[in-house]
C-alpha cells in the first residue's frame, strides 16, 4: 500500500503503510515473514517560528519639555526562525 500521510507537517513525524497476506497459509505451506506495518521518519524540516516580542513599555515622561517628543521601546524575546513572521520595530516616537 502507500505510505499514510505524516503526522506532522515539520519538527518530525511518522506515516506507515500496512501490507495484507495475498493468500493464507495452508497445509504445509509456510506463513508470512516479515511485519504487517512498516514506518518511517516525515516530516523533518524545522517548523517557522514567529518573532515574539514583549510589551511595549509606557511612554517616556515630558519633562521639563520634550520638544514633542516621548518614545517607548520594547524588547525581542525570540527572533524569527525558519520563515517566521520577523519582528515589528523595537522602539516608535
Not at 31 to 59: F, H, I, R, Y
Amino acid at each position: 500500500e502507500k505510505w499514510s500521510p505524516c503526522s506532522v507537517s515539520c519538527n518530525g513525524g511518522s506515516q506507515m503503510r500496512k501490507r495484507e497476506k495475498a493468500v493464507e497459509q495452508a497445509g504445509r505451506g509456510k506463513d508470512c515473514v516479515g511485519n504487517s506495518t512498516e514506518s518511517k521518519g516525515c516530516g523533518d524540516l524545522n517548523c517557522p517560528q514567529d518573532c515574539e516580542m514583549s510589551d511595549w513599555t509606557a511612554w517616556s515622561t515630558c519633562e521639563p519639555f520634550c520638544s514633542g517628543k516621548q518614545e517607548r521601546s520594547r524588547k525581542i524575546l525570540k527572533t524569527a526562525r525558519f520563515g517566521g513572521a520577523t519582528c515589528g520595530e523595537p522602539a516608535e516616537q
